[in-house]
């Protein structure tokens, strides 16, 4: 991964990839929402809806909104979040 995504997993994040087909990852400074949004969609074979960023404690967090068609809950078992 060029971006190092690390996802994120709370309690907050699973119930978003329930309630709102939602992952949350956590990268470095200088990742743009155009980069994370190709190389999640390279790596999972999903579509995504839209990103939200969140730059806290010197970290950069991508709330990332899969399409409809694209389960956020299959992505996060692939990966072991779940």
Known sequence: MTNELKPLITEKAVMLIEAQN?????TNQKATKQEIKKEIESLFKVKVEKIRVLVKA????????????????????KIGMI
């Open 22 to 26: 939602t992952l949350i990852f956590r």
């Open 58 to 77: 010197n970290q950069k967090y991508f709330y990332v909104k899969l399409k409809k068609d694209f389960p956020a809950i299959d992505v996060a078992t």
